[in-house]
């Protein structure tokens, strides 16, 4: 069963711009979680989705936004980049609800904004 | 809201050695997970834990569930060179809105 995939891997953008990030889940499951990862803060909760609605939102301003399509892939997405947005997104793909909990990760986009 | 604490922050040991890590929480958490992240790339699930007082291994590594379901153990036997890397502890309650709350890490060095 083929994993988490994200695209792109790298990202360079510069302030101000907007940024979308794409996530494939695992096949079968239905809920997908994004994180952002940075050096200082850890592990960031940013949004999870499941069928298509948005279930649980982290402390991240309204700049960011995420959106799952009815075969559960996702995108996030980020405008008006600042300079501290600098980070690994990771999204997680699970089952959902009635699953285990156990979440299964993406390899990440590292997005760099200059 | 949650929080986890995770420790030690980082461990240099020797080839060999056995490593013990845990974690705590304020609040009583239903799962408990462990995962390793290699840089530049993303978390790998190791172990999965479900119930109060349960303990499971995979391989060298064994982890355990702590009775009071605020706590959780993480111990990997005879390192290895592989086994450098970050290690996050992850919970989760069946209370409220259910997310995976993590750890800020454990950074294992093994030292030549």
């Known amino acids: 069963k083929a994993g988490v995939t994200q695209t792109p891997r790298y990202l360079i953008k510069t302030r101000g711009q907007q940024v979308t990030l794409s996530c494939s889940p695992i096949?079968?499951?239905?809920?997908v979680s994004w994180y952002q990862q940075t050096p200082g803060q850890g592990l960031q909760f940013l949004f999870e989705y499941f069928s298509e609605t948005q279930r649980n939102k982290g402390n991240f301003p309204g700049r960011f936004s995420g959106r799952q399509f009815s075969n559960s892939r996702s995108e996030m997405n980020v405008s008006t980049l600042e300079l501290g947005d600098s980070a690994l997104y990771l999204c997680?793909?699970?089952?959902?609800?009635?699953?285990?909990?156990?979440?299964?990760f993406g390899p990440g986009t590292r997005l760099t904004v200059l | 809201g949650q929080q986890l604490n995770q420790s030690p922050q980082s461990m240099f040991i020797q080839e060999g050695e056995d490593v013990s890590m845990n974690c705590t929480s304020s609040s009583i958490f239903n799962t408990w997970l462990w995962y390793k992240q290699d840089p530049g790339e993303g978390p790998v699930l190791l172990i999965a834990?479900?119930?109060?007082?349960e303990l499971t291994s995979n391989g060298r590594l064994t982890a355990q569930f702590g009775i009071t379901r605020k706590d959780s153990f993480l111990n990997i036997s005879a390192s290895i060179p592989s086994d450098v890397g970050i290690y996050f502890c992850?919970?989760?309650?069946?209370?409220?809105?259910?997310?995976?709350?993590f750890g800020t890490g454990t950074r294992l060095t093994i030292i030549p």
């Open positions: 997680a793909s699970s089952l959902g609800p009635g699953g285990r909990g156990e979440q299964f």
């Open positions: 096949s079968g499951h239905r809920s």
């Open positions: 992850a919970g989760r309650s069946n209370f409220g809105n259910e997310k995976l709350t």
């Open positions: 834990l479900y119930k109060a007082g």
